[in-house]
Nanobody
Framework: QVQLVESGGGLVQPGGALRLSCVGT????????VDWYRQAPGKQREWVVG???????AYADSVKGRFTISRDNAKNTVYLQMNSLNPEDTAVYYC?????????WGQGTQVTVSS
């Protein structure tokens, strides 16, 4: 059973930083394209950032320059470093992996930016 598990969320003050982790079982993430999405209360889930299998990255305009995606294949983990957080970044953050035509989602981790 392929599983993705996110962690690292929490409460942070505006201007603060968090690093989210997404761990995949079975070596999944080292071979997959990975994206981070987020869903704020009352809003649709939105794409935040993605990394291809080759390591190419793309970012939503709303997070460009503040968020960074990275991958550690040895740890089967993808990270999302989030800096300069603001209240509009409050959401549940999900990682998604795509491999051989299949999609796998984690359960999400809550990020709350508030003073």
């Amino acid at each position: 059973q392929v599983q993705l598990v996110e962690s690292g969320g929490g409460l942070v003050q505006p201007g603060g930083a968090l690093r989210l982790s997404c761990v995949g079982t079975g070596g999944l993430l080292s071979s997959a394209a990975v994206d981070w999405y987020r869903q704020a209360p009352g809003k649709q889930r939105e794409w935040v950032v993605g990394m291809s299998r080759a390591g190419l990255t793309a970012y939503a305009d709303s997070v460009k320059g503040r968020f960074t995606i990275s991958r550690d294949n040895a740890k089967n983990t993808v990270y999302l470093q989030m800096n300069s957080l603001n209240p509009e970044d409050t959401a549940v953050y999900y990682c998604k992996a795509q491999l051989f035509g299949e999609e796998y989602w984690g359960q999400g981790t809550q990020v709350t930016v508030s003073s």
